[in-house]
């Protein structure tokens, strides 16, 4: 067979961004590469196989029959060299990990505890949105202190919980409830409910108080929240309310909200979620300081 050429896997990447997307253009903004050099990259991977890969057309770019044959192996070779990247990595032992927490939640004490206890580690903290917590799932962070009900599957997650915290009832303070000690939940039946973008079903379920007893959904505001700050603008103008967290207190940075106790509900609970197969040390010391010092602030 004679000596084969040895390939550059990032050349060969490239081929296969290309190959998906047949214009170069597009693959070159994809790649943030500029084009002329991606054009120079593929010629490249061409001379060292002897054989044209691409065409280019007046619509784009089309794979010559080599290209066609060569973009299966081409996309196993690109995935088995990540997959080999992550094995390695999965095999040493963690000196880094990524500590996620979601909204206002705060980790702290626990954070400073791990870094005295592994001064050899490298301890890093990440903020996220609720609705950004497929990070964990997605490897970007090891651990994610948030709340329950999850917005995302929590197939594959461990979970420990820390606390559980009361839900409240927000309300514009010219509300006709805003000044009961307490509300039920038939109180609020008919009351609007700020809807959030981008949430799972149960998580939806439980912030919006359903099923209710009658089996219809709670009434919808007019305005769809992407984010907790439009949550409380919806709510500060009017237009509806919302149940949180009792131990979100971002909302008292605003004048004109007021938080009621709702009766007779369950609580949510703030937990540490990791990956369940994940077996860094670094990891599971992290729960155990967190299950210690991070508390219900009171």
Not at 69 to 76: D, E, I, R, S
Not at 106 to 130: M, Y
Request: charged content about 25%; some cysteine.
């Amino acid at each position: 067979m004679g000596i084969l050429p040895d390939l550059d896997l990032r050349l060969v990447r490239y081929f296969t961004v290309i190959a998906e997307q047949l214009n170069f253009a597009r693959a070159a903004e994809e790649l943030r590469v500029a084009q002329p050099s991606l054009s120079r990259q593929i010629q490249r991977l061409e001379n060292t196989l002897g054989v044209r890969l691409l065409e280019r057309t007046t619509q784009g770019s089309r794979l010559t029959a080599a290209g066609a044959a060569f973009l299966p192996q081409a996309q196993q070779l690109v995935h088995g060299a990540q997959q080999a990247v992550l094995t390695a990595r999965a095999a040493a032992p963690a000196r880094t990990v990524t500590i996620g927490y979601a909204d206002d939640l705060i980790v702290t004490p626990a954070v400073r505890d791990l870094r005295r206890r592994r001064p050899d580690a490298h301890v890093r903290t990440r903020h996220l949105g609720s609705q950004d917590a497929g990070a964990l799932p997605d490897r970007q962070v090891d651990a994610l202190v948030i709340r329950t009900p999850l917005p995302i599957p929590a197939d594959g997650l461990a979970l420990a919980v820390l606390y559980a915290e009361p839900r409240v009832l927000l309300v514009p303070a010219s509300h006709r409830l805003a000044g009961k000690e307490s509300v039920t939940t038939a109180d609020i039946s008919a009351e609007p409910l700020v809807g959030c973008t981008g949430a799972g079903a149960d998580w939806t379920a439980f912030w919006r108080l359903e099923p209710r007893p009658d089996n219809d959904p709670a009434p919808l505001g007019p305005t769809l929240a992407d984010t907790y700050d439009d949550k409380l603008e919806a709510i500060a103008e009017g237009n509806a309310v919302a149940v949180v967290p009792a131990g979100d207190l971002r909302h008292t940075l605003r004048p004109g909200l007021v938080a009621v106790p709702v009766d007779e509900i369950e609580p949510c609970q703030v937990v540490v979620a990791t990956r369940a197969a994940d077996t860094s040390l670094l990891v599971a010391e992290f729960v155990e300081s967190a299950k210690k010092l991070l508390v219900r602030r009171t």
